[in-house]
């Protein structure tokens, strides 16, 4: 699977599983017009295009170029790294799902009091997805979303837990939407067909009647400010 068709399965199939986790931090902190909002790691830009039909002023980094690309073709501003154009934000918002990105060049960009949002899995017992992975899962340690905002000098200022179930029309397109998101696959890209039949054979016991697949997940979340 090329690069860019690998892009366009996050766009178009994985990246709107994530919707309620997006929707939820930008309720709690309110987004809306006069919001500066910096996306970190944006992907094809879905979360930012929520913020901005919000009223937020929104700007994203994502270091992948065929997502980066995506992102650009929405009409968004989205660079390699973080940049200062509309410095400085209200919010940065790092929705990785292990939970440790890096804040480096994101936090002198922010204003005092600003908030940063991290955001990773639940407990795997919550998440079919860790099931459907098996020895392939990369959970993220208990404490991941503290320790980070400790590790950057960041203030804890509240978190919450988001039902986000991936939900698919056939396992194909479930098969490529796990790729997408680069939760499964081999090292050797010699091995991917391999791994397509063992990610589909995982799948099975998730596939209902009428052929959906359907992985109810828990996420988490962390809001941080700057003091």
């Not at 994985?14 to 309620?20: C, G």
């Not at 459907?132 to 400790?150: Q, S």
Request: some cysteine; overall charge negative.
């Amino acid at each position: 699977m090329t690069p860019t068709l690998v892009a366009r399965d996050w766009a178009e199939i994985q990246e709107r599983m994530l919707v309620p986790l997006y929707e939820a931090v930008y309720d709690r902190l309110e987004v809306g017009p006069g919001t500066r909002l910096l996306g970190l790691d944006c992907g094809a830009g879905l979360a930012l295009l929520l913020a901005a039909g919000r009223g937020a002023r929104v700007t994203g980094a994502e270091p992948d170029p065929g997502r980066r690309a995506l992102a650009r073709e929405r009409a968004l501003a989205a660079d390699a790294s973080p940049r200062a154009a509309d410095r400085p934000y209200d919010v940065v918002t790092a929705f990785a799902p292990d939970g440790s990105p890096d804040l480096t060049g994101a936090l002198p960009l922010l204003r005092r009091g600003g908030a940063v949002v991290l955001a990773g899995w639940g407990p795997p017992e919550r998440c079919a997805t860790a099931a459907v992975l098996g020895e392939a899962w990369r959970p993220a340690p208990r404490d991941a979303l503290e320790n980070t905002a400790h590790r950057f000098g960041l203030v804890p200022d509240g978190s919450g837990r988001v039902f986000c179930p991936f939900g698919y029309a056939d396992t194909e397109s479930a098969v490529r939407g796990l790729l997408s998101a680069g939760l499964y696959g081999p090292a050797d890209p010699a091995d991917a067909d391999q791994a397509e039949k063992e990610l589909t054979e995982a799948l099975h016991p998730y596939v209902h009647a009428d052929g959906t697949v359907w992985l109810p997940n828990l996420f988490r979340y962390l809001i941080a400010r700057v003091p």
